[in-house]
């Protein structure tokens, strides 16, 4: 292997040898993929009428004249099929694993939303499909569980280490060093082994190239400020990217959960308690203990419930080129209830993290500002969640008489 | 020097045995025991894992040893302090075996300098290939310790050269794709592949994954230098008790 992925310090490759070959086998189709202009035209092709591309902005008014600072223009990237910013990259990996002969892929999914993009675009290209989710995420992301199953994959529940996003990760990868001959591994953020760093980023980049292109024509002028939240990165690298030339402060928004002093979250890069370490196959932040042992973490948004951050990310903040901060699950919810009221928005509590770090700086900006959310994902998924977090009587009486119904 | 011992011994024997274990599974002072009736039954080197919460290449045995290693409350002080009592009271060959974040966590070269003032010999660290691995060797060389780096079935002809380059001690040969832990057929694919492994390095050669009862090694008798027992000690320890793996291990050969 020649290019090994390193971004500043961060990234790399460091997997059990049986699996180099077929690392090394990606790196070339993707290389190739790269190099062929025929590639990412049959990907535009997709995106565009598999799914909705080019996703819009749209200018939130209400939100806009709540705060009375910046005007807030939100990147519409619930609008793709299957409600999130995923099948950016899954349909490009899919497009690989076609040119790579494959015939079954795997993943791991922590809301669900890659998890479903996978088994969508598996059924849409006749491979099997197999989907690691930790058990935690099975029982708090159900909606997504039934889609999957509906898409033909098959959902496995991990019940090892803590249970979630990490820990299906890891069971994706034993999965993937038996299997590999047959099998394509669809990991579904910008970390993990070299070239899934890049390679996601690569898909995910639309976002970013759409988003500058859009608020250019329509507006005459760049965002002062853009936002993504913050999960393994991948939606984060997709907008930044197509901003990292331009005077634009780029807003990465972490899982601050119960508060960075509580013990309880996620935040790798913007609490103090992140250090750098190697797991999962690559070099970045993690939240560890002073042994290496990996800690457990918490978030309300199963998507943002991560131990690790793309090793670009961690390089492009330690340039000060991305300003990392931490929303708490009290803001988000705040924030989620806020867009939904004003706008008529359902964002994923992932993207809420987002939205929620905006309205806390907003006021400060100037009207003639602009900035830029991304609402990476839609909150559909999160039916139970939110249904919870504001005690909703009506869907509670819905859900026991139901049960009653199945019961009987 | 590890691979001088390892040439001796195999003057007398045709194949030698290396085992494996947890450390702190079930707890510190089974281990003790265990490695006791292991070197008393013949065992020639041994490799101590220090648990590590991703335990990417281990199956799902091993895995939960790991786990639950790590839920008593055993860290990475409480293994080197073991390993000092086991190097001083056991004349055989002792090598560490951990994913890298242990050592990386640690500091590289701290943790090379600490195994070799407990008589380590060497160390296995399954998510360590040569390329990201400089630091690592450099300390090793320093303290003359015997890096071990690992082939497998889907390493090219090429690449076994490369990563003899750095190996030192001997080559761990992964018998098969997958985790520790599933069964390995023990045939003619597997003959095929030492031989390739035999032309690519002038090392001794240890074969683990699968090996789990006389007639596996019986079959690696001439085709490999040391065959590996992983995960059937951890299970017959589970299920037949510590009393049991002494036997278990005399029955091996
Ligand atoms: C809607 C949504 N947004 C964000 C994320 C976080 O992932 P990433 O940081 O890779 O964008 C997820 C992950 O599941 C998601 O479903």
Redesign the interface.
């Given at each position: 292997m020649i290019n090994r992925g390193y971004y500043g310090k961060f990234g790399g490759a460091f997997m059990p040898e049986i699996l180099t070959a077929t690392v090394d086998e990606l790196v070339k189709a993707f290389e190739a993929a790269k190099n062929d202009p025929s590639f990412w035209k049959e990907y535009m092709y997709i995106m565009s009428t598999y799914s909705c591309r080019p996703t819009p902005i749209t200018f939130a008014e209400n939100l806009t004249r709540h705060f009375g600072g910046a005007r807030i223009y939100i990147k519409r990237e619930d609008l793709n099929h299957t409600g999130a910013h995923k099948v950016n990259n899954v349909m490009g990996q899919g497009l690989l694993v076609k040119r790579m002969g494959k015939t079954r892929v795997i993943a791991e999914t922590g809301a669900g939303q890659h998890g479903v993009a996978t088994a969508t675009m598996a059924a849409k290209y006749g491979f099997k499909c197999t989907i690691y989710m930790g058990e935690v995420d099975v029982a708090r992301q159900r909606p997504n569980v039934f889609w999957m199953e509906r898409l033909g994959a098959e959902v496995v529940p991990v019940r090892k280490g803590t249970r979630i996003l990490k820990d299906a990760i890891n069971e994706a990868f034993r999965d993937w060093v038996t299997s590999m001959d047959d099998t394509h591994y669809v990991l579904g953020t910008a970390c993990g082994p070299h070239p899934f760093p890049e390679m996601v980023s690569y898909f995910q980049s639309i976002i970013g190239k759409e988003a500058r292109r859009q608020i250019l024509e329509q507006k005459g002028k760049l965002p002062v400020r853009v936002y993504a939240c913050v999960g393994g990165g991948s939606n984060a690298m997709g907008i930044f990217s197509g901003f990292f030339n331009d005077p634009v402060e780029l807003v990465g928004v972490e899982a601050g959960g119960k508060g960075l002093d509580s013990g309880r979250h996620a935040a790798r890069l913007a609490s103090k308690k992140g250090s750098v370490g190697v797991a999962q196959g690559y070099k970045t932040y993690f939240l560890q203990d002073s042994d290496g042992q990996m800690k457990e973490t918490y978030s309300v948004a199963a998507g943002l419930d991560y131990v690790g951050v793309s090793p670009i990310l961690a390089s492009l903040r330690e340039e000060g080129r991305i300003r990392f901060e931490a929303t708490t699950d009290r803001e988000v919810l705040d924030a989620f209830s806020l867009t939904i009221e004003k706008e008529g928005l359902v964002p994923a509590l992932e993207s809420a993290h987002a939205f929620a770090q905006a309205f806390k700086e907003i006021s400060d900006l100037s009207k003639d500002d602009i900035v830029l959310i991304n609402q990476s994902g839609r909150g559909d998924k999160d039916i139970f969640t939110i249904a919870d977090a504001f005690a909703d009587q009506n869907w509670r009486k819905f859900i026991k008489k139901k049960a009653e119904e199945y019961r009987a | 020097m590890l691979e001088t011992y390892l040439r001796k011994r195999l003057e007398k024997k045709n194949i030698l045995l290396m085992t494996h274990i947890v450390l702190g599974y079930p707890s510190f002072e089974d281990c003790f025991r265990i490695i006791q009736a292991m070197v008393a039954a013949g065992v020639d080197l041994m490799e101590l894992q220090i648990p590590?919460?991703?335990p990417?290449?281990d199956?799902?045995v091993i895995?939960h040893a790991n786990?639950k290693a790590?839920a008593n409350g055993v860290?990475?002080q409480g293994c080197l302090d073991f390993v000092q009592k086991v190097t001083h009271a056991f004349d055989i060959p002792f090598l560490i075996m951990s994913?890298?974040?242990?050592f990386?966590?640690?500091g590289v070269r701290d943790f090379v300098s600490a195994m070799s003032q407990r008589g380590l010999q060497g160390a296995i660290i399954?998510?360590?290939?040569p390329?990201?691995g400089k630091d690592y060797f450099n300390a090793m060389r320093e303290h003359k310790l015997a890096p071990i780096?690992?082939?497998?079935?889907?390493?090219?002809d090429q690449?076994m050269k490369y990563?003899a380059s750095f190996a030192r001690g001997f080559i761990y040969c992964?018998a098969r794709?997958?985790?520790t832990g599933?069964t390995t057929s023990f045939s003619g694919a597997l003959t095929k592949y030492l031989a390739r492994c035999r032309k690519a390095t002038n090392l001794p050669l240890a074969l683990g994954f699968g090996v789990k009862e006389k007639a596996d090694i019986d079959y690696l008798e001439g085709k490999a230098d040391i065959a590996v027992v992983g995960t059937q000690t951890i299970r017959i320890m589970e299920n037949e008790g510590i009393a049991s793996v002494g036997d278990f291990i005399l029955n091996l050969r």
């Open positions: - | 590590f919460s991703e990417i290449a199956g799902s895995l786990q790590l860290t990475i994913y890298y974040n242990i990386f966590r640690y399954p998510d360590l290939p390329e990201e780096f690992i082939y497998s079935p889907t390493t090219p690449r990563i992964v794709k997958g985790v599933k």
